[in-house]
């Protein structure tokens, strides 16, 4: 439990210096300000159970100190959100039919669920304190919809194998896009990624062939493990009932598909062993999706030099789909047009020996895509790898 939240806690806040007071104060607000800012517009107005949870979580103490209690990378309420839903799937007595309720959308109404949950959380906030040890791993397939796009105009553009680096890979789900179809609109079909394109773009064709298939996480996840699968599960919403069926029809799947190289650590310790490992002579493409915005500034400008540094010397291409509010050390490129919905992800790019260039806009989980490749004039190092001249 955390220290605020024990007796000899609640005996130190009485005693702090208004200084003290201040600080804790301030944290709270931060923190109080992340839950209220953890879902998209579009995601509170299609999701009520949870946005009446956040809102809720937002102005308990408890749930705030819980936040604050969990190491600086990892005080995402998505983490919080995630540990209650997991002790839900256990079978806690309480909290397992609240969740059942909100997946079926029967029952406790919205906001009589979030009441329910945060007055369980303030009651017994050591069982969740239980589950904070872990990392916000949410394995987001629907992305995938996205990187076959980007490999699609590679392989247009001349690259006919690749080899992939998924950084912040969670269970390694965004390595299999060779194995997923794309649709526009929901045909029925449990597994098919749904991903609008909002573009005229033709987005078609054939992908590169992946020959490596390489992870990045501090904390990797198997599939093959039960635990692991049931994280991933927790960490999805429980009323966005269609992504809990797909990950659920996948686990099986992926089970028996391609082997992973699973690399443990941060992304800054193992990208160069990664580079390594991927050396077969085929281009590689590094990417993340919502894993930068949980760095630091520090980091996240650490990670840009470096990347650049790779890109200008290796056959390497680095794209990355991240709210640009929260990744202000990667210095996104000004996009050349606007998000055509509220909290869309840019996409980016920066091509071997190339600039970062802004590839279009996404939904964060893959929903829709407006697709804008910049026809980039081949560099040396492109052109010395057999990759085409951009430019139509």
Known sequence: ???????????????MS?????????????????????????????????????DALSVSDTA???????????????????????????????????????????????????????????????VIQRQLHRSTQTNEVGRSGIVIAVLRE???????????????????????????RVVQKDDGSVDALICEDLTAFNVEGPLPLIEQRIGIDPSPLDVAVDDDALWLRACLWPEDTR?????????????????????????????????????????TLVFHSWVAAYFSLEEQQAWRARMLKITRSKPVYWFYLEWPQAIPGLQPPPASTTSPQLGGSQIVLTSPGGEPQPWGWCHAHGHWLSFEPVSDKATPLALSLGIEDATD
Not at 1 to 15: A, I, Q, T
Not at 26 to 47: G, I, K, N, V
Not at 163 to 177: E, R
Request: charged share 25%; no cysteine.
């Open 1 to 15: 439990m955390p220290e605020d939240l024990n007796d000899d806690g609640l005996k130190h806040r009485f005693s």
């Open 18 to 54: 208004p200084e003290e007071s201040a600080r804790i104060l301030s944290e709270h607000e931060d923190a109080a300000r992340r839950f209220r800012t953890a879902m998209s517009p579009e995601d509170r107005e299609r999701l009520p159970y949870y946005r009446h949870l956040v």
């Open 64 to 126: 705030l100190d819980l936040l604050l209690s969990v190491r600086r990378e990892q005080q995402n309420p998505m983490l919080l959100l995630a540990a209650l839903h997991y002790t839900a799937l256990l079978g806690n007595p309480t909290l397992g039919p609240l969740y059942a309720n909100a997946a079926s959308g029967t029952g406790t109404p919205p906001q009589d669920f979030a009441t329910a949950v945060v007055s369980f959380l303030e009651q017994s906030p050591d």
């Open 154 to 180: 590679l392989r247009r553009r001349g690259v006919e194998k690749i080899n992939l680096v998924d950084v912040g890979m969670s269970a390694g789900l965004n390595l299999y896009p060779d194995h997923y």
């Open 243 to 283: 992504r809990t069926r797909r990950l659920q029809a996948l686990i099986p799947e992926v089970r028996n598909w391609e082997r992973i190289l699973r690399l443990r650590g941060t992304a800054l310790e193992m990208i160069d062993e990664a580079i390594v490992e991927a050396g077969n002579g085929a281009p």
